[in-house]
């Protein structure tokens, strides 16, 4: 992982953000719980396939409207209503500074499932210092599970220390994946790909929440995780906790993944470079 100085307190600043948010937790879960039994509300986004509900539309409001008044001068991305310059630059008569960080927002991760009843989903959020990934919480309401981490600070699950698997051979790992919205345009390198981790890991999972995907390599349950096409709002608070869970993550390329890269090979650092050449080899 690229080795960053955050500025003295910085740590700090993002540990106090992330305690704050906690607290929003619960009523977040009533939310998604309440319209999950009765009022989904399903609207289709970029196609049939990518779907939105009246969770993800509320989830988001919420999360923003605390944010913005508790931390006035940061800024925001968000899945459904992009960004947002902090508060304090929208009130010019307030004289304070916007900050360096911003919250990279999934107020539903996994709405296919949420719309067949599958527990499978998350909200995720990142906090993103100039762009680079320094603070991550990803909650799970049906399973309460709540992870969590800060850059150097290691990454947590209910407050327990997790780590990556030590899995070392490919043939014994479990692989998770997920497939874009727009997978017609890409499906011969999904397949092929597929075939090849098919032909040479112990199997392949698809749980439909990418960044708990994240969150179970990083606690050891997948030994890896490859997708295409992600959003910076899926892997924004997955990538920290699993790096500072022990794991590795790249692009395309080889290179640092960064949120927003076209490519996410995520592994647990022991099978990572026969897991990448299988992935690149198409
Ligand atoms: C989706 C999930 C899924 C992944 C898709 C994402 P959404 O997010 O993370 O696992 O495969 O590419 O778009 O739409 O449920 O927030
Ligand atoms: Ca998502
Ligand atoms: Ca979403």
Redesign the pocket.
């Known amino acids: 992982m690229t080795n960053i100085v955050l500025p003295f307190n910085l740590k700090e600043q993002i540990h106090q953000r992330l305690d704050i948010f906690e607290g929003l937790l619960p009523e977040l879960k009533r939310i998604l719980f309440e319209l999950w039994e009765e009022d989904l509300e399903i609207q289709f986004k970029s196609s049939e396939l990518?779907l939105v509900t009246k969770a993800d539309h509320l989830s988001e409001q919420t999360i923003i409207h605390f944010l913005q008044s508790r931390f006035p001068m940061d800024h925001i991305l968000s899945?459904e209503t992009g960004k947002k310059e902090p508060i304090v630059k929208q009130i010019p008569s307030i004289n304070l500074e916007p900050s360096e960080f911003t919250w990279c927002i999934?107020p539903?991760?996994?709405?296919?499932n949420y719309s067949h009843h599958i527990p499978l989903f998350s909200i995720s959020v990142g906090i993103l210092y100039n762009e680079i990934p320094v603070g991550g919480l990803v909650y799970l309401p049906y399973f309460n599970d709540i992870y969590r981490a800060v850059y150097n600070d290691g990454a947590y699950k209910n407050h327990k220390r997790i780590h990556v698997s030590e899995t070392n051979e490919l043939k014994k790992s479990l692989i998770v994946t997920?497939?874009?919205?727009n997978r017609l345009e890409i499906i011969d390198r999904l397949t092929s790909t597929f075939k090849n981790v098919l032909e040479h890991c112990r199997g392949i999972r698809r749980?439909?929440?990418?960044?708990l995907?994240l969150c179970w390599v990083a606690e050891g349950r997948f030994d890896a995780h490859y997708?295409w096409?992600?959003?910076p709002w899926?892997t924004a608070a997955g990538i920290i906790i699993l790096k500072e869970a022990g794991g590795i993550a790249v692009n395309e390329r080889g290179e640092e993944y960064k949120p927003g890269d076209s490519l996410l090979i995520a592994t647990n650092r022991n099978i990572h470079s026969e897991f990448v050449k299988l992935i690149l080899e198409n």
Not at 207 to 211: D, K, V
């Open positions: 990518d899945e999934d539903l991760d996994g709405t296919v997920g497939f874009p919205y749980t439909g929440s990418a960044a995907d997708e096409n992600l959003s899926d």
